[in-house]
């Protein structure tokens, strides 16, 4: 069976998502020699603009930008995202797959009800993961248990009180140059049509400039985990 093992492995409701919320410290980290797999739930067809081969393909440019290792999609339906049975088997099926020690899941609530239901899926799943006999397949061959060490919850359209945030002041040009591939996103609205992500290069900015403040950072991004965060000691969180 192909090695597929990465670092960190991020999920994300629709295309976009992580590059958004999380392109910061994916940068990061990748300039730090970790590996990074990115798995997008759906291939965002019920979005106002653009299509999915269109997405599709916006999602490869900002994977290259990005310099990720792989990406996929699950090809579940986009607005009707639900933590039910089959949805956690192909999860789990691609927590096996890349073998993460890190796990990055959508925000636990947001204006969006794809995110969190998206965020308790993946959170569910990378517990269950760790089961043996819970049977997943890859190729015809069965695959293996793989428990994450942990499962970490970025924050992207509302405000949420971060549990930790990461300096990501370096690398916010690329972060933004990787959210910009998303064109067909960027488009200004007719009279009487909803409004496109004109504006979320600046909410973008500003909110990570709020979560990089207190760090005495230009821009951080913000995380929020499900059981404490623990340390070898003080100096670790300075
Ligand atoms: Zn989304």
Not at 10 to 39: S, Y
Not at 148 to 170: A, G, L, M, N, R
Not at 225 to 230: K, M, Q
Request: proline content about 4%; glycine content about 6%; some cysteine.
């Amino acid at each position: 069976m192909k090695n597929y093992k990465v670092d960190i492995l991020a999920f994300g409701a629709h295309p976009d998502d992580v590059e958004c919320a999380a392109a910061g410290v994916l940068l990061k980290h990748i300039a730090l020699g970790k590996t990074v797999a990115i798995v997008d739930m759906t291939a965002g067809e019920m979005g106002t603009f653009g299509t999915p081969e269109t997405r599709k393909k916006e999602s490869d440019d900002a994977s290259k930008i990005l310099e990720i290792q792989y990406r996929e999609q699950l090809g579940l339906a986009d607005g009707s995202i639900e933590n039910n049975e089959a949805s956690r088997l192909l999860v789990i099926k691609a927590i096996r797959k890349y073998q993460p020690e890190i796990v990055l899941a959508n925000a636990i609530y947001d204006r969006h009800p794809d995110h969190a239901n998206a965020a308790k899926l993946v959170a569910d799943s990378s517990f269950l993961s760790g089961l043996k006999k819970k049977e997943t397949f890859l190729n015809g061959e069965a695959q293996g248990p793989w428990r994450p060490k942990t499962v970490y919850h970025y924050i992207q359209d509302y405000f949420i009180d971060p549990d930790f945030v990461i300096d990501i002041s370096t690398e916010m040009d690329k972060k933004i140059e990787a959210i910009k591939a998303f064109q067909s996103q960027f488009v200004k609205p007719k009279k009487n049509e909803p409004n496109s992500i004109l504006g979320l290069l600046d909410q973008v900015k500003s909110i990570n400039s709020i979560y990089g403040r207190p760090i005495n950072a230009k821009y951080a991004e913000g995380f929020t985990v499900s059981r404490y965060l623990g340390v070898q000691d003080f100096f670790q969180l300075i």
